[in-house]
C-alpha cells in the first residue's frame, strides 16, 4: 500500500530527510508527503508528482520510501505515482492520479494501493482495429484544421504557422468563456464564433493592407512564424504553464463491437467533425460563395477578371478557416486530453503533413491527407513508442515531395 497524505506546515513534521525526496519545503508553509510502501517494506526510486493549477513539482522517494513536496496554497492536488518507476512487477491498484483536499483537520489522507502488475494481452488484430478507430477520430480532428489552412493558402497563397495558435486560441476561448460559469456546449459555441471573429480580424486589421501594399509572400510568411510566437506567449500569460481539463474529459467507455470501446466525449466529436465536414462539403459543391472560393483557389487572377470579387472571399474563407481552428482546437484539448499554451503547435507539423499530402489549396485534398496522417500516427504506435508517433508524419511529408510533389489530389504544374 502506498499511504499518501496533505500534511502540516514542513517546519512541524522536519524529519532531517533531504535530497530528492524534499521539493520545496522550505519554500511554503504546507506540503504534501507520501510515504510508500509494498508489504509494509519502504519503496525507494519512485517518481511523484503534485500538480495542482499552474503549480507543478515532482520528486523521488528515498530509501525509506518517503517523498515531501512543498505547496502554494490549500487548494486541491493531485498527485500521481509514476508506474513506471515502481519496481518490477508492482503496479498502482485502483485510481492513479489521485486528488488530495485540505480539510478542518488541515490532513487528508489518500491511498494508493500497490499490488502484482497482471497484464492483459491483446491480439494484434484487436489491437489494431481499436488504434483504426482512435486514428479515425483524430484525423477527423486533423481535418478540421487542415482545411481551413488548405482554404486559406488557396486562396492567399499564404503559408500560415500562426495557424497552430488559431487552433489554440479554440480551446483558450471555450475554457475562458466555461470558467465564466456558462455550460461548456454554449462554451464551445461562443469559441467557435469568435475563433472565426479572429479569422476575420486577422486578414482585415493586418493581411489585407499587406496585400494591397504588394508584400510578398515570403515576408509575409515570416511575418506568421513571428505572430505564431507571439500568440504562444501570450497563451502562456493567459492561462498559464500548466495544463487545464474541460468538463466531460474521458467518461464512460461504449463497448461498439468487438475490441472497439470509444468514450461519450470520442463518439460525440466523430460525430460533430463528419457533420461540419459534410456542411463544409456542400458550402464548397452546392454554394454560390462556395464555388467562387473554389475559383479563387484554382486562379486568382481569372476570378477576378471574371467579375467575383475575390477580397470578399478571401475575407470569408479567413472567417471559416478560423471557426474550423477553433472547433478543430476545443476537440485536440479533449483528445490530448488537456489544454495547454502550446496545444496547437504540438499538432502543426501533422496539419501541414496532411494538407501537403493531399495536395496544396485542395480543402478534399486536405480531408484525405488528414485522415491518412491520423490513422498513421495510431496505428504506428504498434511499432513503435507513442512518444515518437508524429514522428511518422514527417516521413510521410518527406515522401510525398519526392514521390508526389501535388499530393493526392493535387494538379501537377510547370515550375519556371
Do not use: C
Not at 480580424?201 to 494591397?212: I, V
Amino acid at each position: 500500500m502506498v499511504i499518501l497524505q496533505a500534511a502540516v506546515p514542513a517546519s512541524a513534521q522536519d524529519d532531517g530527510s533531504g535530497g530528492e525526496s524534499q521539493v520545496n519545503v522550505e519554500e511554503y508553509d504546507q506540503n504534501v508527503t507520501v510515504n510508500i510502501r509494498n508489504s509494509n517494506q519502504p519503496v525507494p526510486d519512485v517518481r511523484v508528482v503534485v500538480t495542482g493549477g499552474d503549480y507543478e513539482a515532482e520528486a523521488v522517494s528515498d530509501e525509506r520510501g518517503q517523498v515531501r513536496i512543498g505547496v502554494p496554497t490549500q487548494d486541491p492536488y493531485e498527485v500521481l505515482v509514476d508506474e513506471e518507476t515502481l519496481p518490477e512487477g508492482v503496479t498502482v491498484e485502483g485510481e492513479n492520479p489521485i486528488t488530495v483536499a485540505y480539510g478542518s483537520q488541515f490532513f487528508a489522507p489518500a491511498n494508493f494501493f500497490l499490488g502484482e502488475d497482471v497484464r492483459e494481452t491483446a491480439s494484434f488484430l484487436s489491437q489494431f482495429v481499436e488504434r483504426l478507430f482512435n486514428g479515425l477520430n483524430f484525423g477527423l480532428m486533423l481535418a478540421l484544421a487542415s482545411i481551413g489552412l488548405s482554404l486559406i493558402f488557396g486562396t492567399t497563397g499564404l503559408t500560415n504557422f500562426a495557424h497552430a495558435e488559431m487552433v489554440t486560441f479554440g480551446a483558450v476561448a471555450a475554457l475562458l468563456v466555461w470558467q465564466l460559469g456558462l455550460p461548456i456546449l454554449v462554451a464551445i459555441v461562443v469559441a467557435v464564433i469568435a475563433s472565426g471573429a479572429f479569422g476575420w480580424f486577422f486578414d482585415a486589421a493586418l493581411w489585407r493592407p499587406l496585400r494591397r501594399r504588394g508584400i510578398g509572400l515570403v515576408q509575409m510568411m515570416i511575418l506568421t512564424i513571428g505572430f505564431s510566437l507571439v500568440g504562444r506567449y501570450v497563451f502562456l500569460i493567459i492561462i498559464g504553464g500548466g495544463t487545464t481539463q474541460l468538463p466531460g474529459v474521458g467518461g464512460t467507455k461504449h463497448q461498439l463491437f468487438g475490441p472497439v470501446a470509444l468514450s461519450t466525449v470520442d463518439i460525440i466529436s466523430m460525430v460533430l467533425s463528419l457533420l461540419v465536414l459534410l456542411g463544409v462539403s456542400y458550402w464548397l459543391l452546392r454554394t454560390r460563395i462556395g464555388k467562387a472560393t473554389r475559383a479563387v483557389a484554382d486562379n486568382r487572377q481569372l476570378a477576378a477578371a471574371s467579375g467575383i470579387d475575390v477580397e470578399r472571399v478571401t475575407r470569408i474563407v479567413w472567417v471559416i478557416g478560423g471557426s474550423l481552428a477553433g472547433l478543430s482546437g476545443v476537440l485536440w484539448a479533449y483528445f490530448r486530453p488537456g489544454i495547454k499554451w502550446d496545444m496547437g503547435v504540438q499538432i502543426l507539423l501533422l496539419i501541414f503533413a496532411a494538407v501537403v499530402l493531399g495536395g496544396l489549396g485542395t480543402a478534399f485534398g486536405a480531408l484525405v491527407g488528414s485522415l491518412v496522417i491520423g490513422i498513421l500516427v495510431e496505428v504506428s504506435t504498434l511499432w513503435i513508442p507513442s512518444d515518437i508517433k508524429y514522428v511518422g508524419a514527417l516521413g510521410v511529408l518527406i515522401l510525398v515531395l519526392l514521390v508526389r510533389p501535388q499530393g493526392l489530389l493535387g494538379r501537377r504544374e510547370r515550375v519556371g
